[in-house]
């Protein structure tokens, strides 16, 4: 029978280590005690956490040593507190006593210790939540609030101040995500007052000790408020006042731009842009006169042998309230002037001198031409023109001539040289320049009572410098002047009419007699053939143009170039023409030609010329 | 808080003068007032212990002494709620001043090793044990007033002296550790105090504090 013994004792050993050879076994791993916790500051729980148990069944116990006493108790109560926990009642609790708690995991194998654990119980009180919750919904004034109530947790002892609980509540819509916190101190009750909307709330409150850690969050208690808030009509009050106040703003915007506006929605009417178009003449009623000095005299399109020095000019115009509004001492305002009356109505205003209007004709004029970057040098022209008219400005003392030289029209190409082209092309422009330096003289402002001057420079030029263009007054204000008188239909018997023949390199105009086609106008008195005004002295103070008689060529004056009242050249006229006072019937357009090109290519000026209307 | 604490006993000096022709202040106040003073006394020996273990070596916490070795373990303090409810109100305020009384020279030592403490947050602590003191001191008046108002028995206090040297040690660790111990040791009775102090406020109150 023993032997019988022994064989099964030794198979089951076999059978044991076998199945150890499988599955390797270990004793078992540090078990590690998590947290101990004591809801009323009586109890108390202490929780850990096995290890791995090296595949035996393995035991746990808790062994714990007050702080005063060298005895090792075991815990008393494994199962009150769950799985893995070891329960302290209230006999075994004491308070203020620390306590050297530790974890000893057993197997077959062996025995694993956890770290040792010190605690006092006074600071480790955790409670329960509060109980009861309580929430109804009040009125005061008629604005709804909750009124929540609850209880201490039933375990802590707060009657007899063993315990001192504060209590914290949340609250918020079913619909919302964000709670709303109220800290309520050690008082059971609370009113919330902050409701903003009916609907279903949700309230929920918590408790700490004073010197301890807070409980878990109560069960939720739902409530349902009424939705009766007159808020929502304050609302539309505020939103009212809020539209209204905008509405203000943008009146008193509106109002403050109702200048830019106007012009923006009501753009002015554009003036009539034809060359010779008098409004006084229109006012004084008089209509043979109107329309007369709307014929312009053509120029002899053959005539001009030479080309090259040739200037197209073109109009230009001055203004007299332009003029007025410009006198001012600041020069930034008045290039800001400058550039806000450009924007004015252009009514009576020169084609040219609508740069609007003319940009486009320039254009147009521009596409025959074989370049285009000549059409883009004359827009940077323009441009800049519009820019040098400021810098012009202090060098004038007194006024300021609103030019509008930027409009300058592109020269049709006649093969010439372009060298020749462009120096001409820079007198011409320091010549049109000129002329409003000239007309800024104080003396000549009073004459400048006409409409329009008009004169326009064309060329192709790249960059004038104000100072060489305010420098040079020259004879070109001989146009302006001649234009001027003309609409007001009186005529001298002493006029004579010259046409431009051509601008010859020392800057000067020269001039000869229309001889041609002076029968055409009823007033326009033969000249002698002999005689030949071929260049032009200068214009006088009474804005009369001083023509010189020479021999018919080459002798020029060199008196075109400085002051604006004429220089007084080698030459001098036997009789001056005096052009601008007593206007003519004829018009005059002085333009210099370059190359010899017709004027139909330049814009509007062209247009005057062209063969359709009589010309002196 | 210290200041509030000077203020409150200062005016509770002359609120009792004055009244105590009159009539007596409520004790219920003065208690409240009390236990205010105790649970901020309690809170800021927590902070200070939570900044000193910040940077505490592991070491210490091995061969620090044992709490056995405050030198107030011998006041016989009860150890469980059913006996400190059936101490008596008196002998709980004299439990309660015994205890603060003890540490008033303690404090000054902390006090003074706080400024030479090598630890990090070694200026917070010394700020902190200031204030420990002003307000120790203040609850210390504060209590001296009550117990005229609870007996004779109030009045006694049991002497605890402090034998621990004036100096806590010269190397880093060994400070560590006897400030740490210390500051353990006002932990504890600063939260007995405080309890006291609580129980005495609910005896006396009649609001539905309690």
Redesign the interface.
Known sequence: MMKNVMEVLFLLMLLFTVHAKEKSYNPPEKPALTRCRSPE??TFTCWWEPGSDGGLPTTYALYYRK??SETVYECPDYHTAGENSCFFN?ND??????YNISVVAANALGRAFSDPVDI?V?YIVKPNPPEKLKVAVMEDKGWPFLRVSWEPPHKA??????I?LIYELRVRLEEEDDWEMHLAG???MFNIFSLRSGGKYLVEVRCKP??GFWSEWSSTSYINVPDYFPREKSMWILVAAFSAFIFLILTWLLHMNTHRLKHCILPPVPGPKIKGFDKQLLKNGKSDEFFSALVVPNFPEASPSKYEDMLVVEFFEVKEQELMLEESNDLLDGGLKYESSRSDSDSGRGSCDSHTLLLDKCREAKEERQTNRDGSLIEKQIRQKDRKEEAISPDISSGRVKTWPSLYSPLPQYGSNPLDKQSSLEMAKQHSLSISSFLTQPGTKDALGLSYMDFCLSNKQNHVHPQTQVQTRSNVNISNIGHKHAPAGLHSPTTQYVEVQRVNKEDMVLLQPVLSRCGLIEDCPHLPKGEDYSKVKGVDYDNRLLLQREGTGEDMCSGMDQETNGERGNCYTTSTVSIMQKPTACIYTVMPIQEGMALTLNGYVDTANMGNLPSC | MALRKTDGSKLLMTVVCLVSACSSVPLSDLLDRASQGSDKLHALSTTLSQDLNSDFPPIGRLIMPRPAMCHTSSLQTPSDKEQALQVSESDLLSLARSLLQAWSDPLLVLSASANTLQHPAQSSISNKIQELQQHSKSLGDGLDVLSGKMGPAAQTISSLPFSGANDIGQDRISQLINFNFLLSCFRRDSHKIDSFLKVLRCRASQTEMC
């Not at chain 1, 609790?93 to 620390?98: A, D, E, G």
């Not at chain 1, 002892?157 to 063993?162: E, L, P, V």
């Open positions: 500051k009586e702080e005063n209230k609790t004491s308070i203020w006593v620390n006092d006074v002892d707060t009657r007899s101040g063993w001192t050690q008082q059971k004073d010197h």
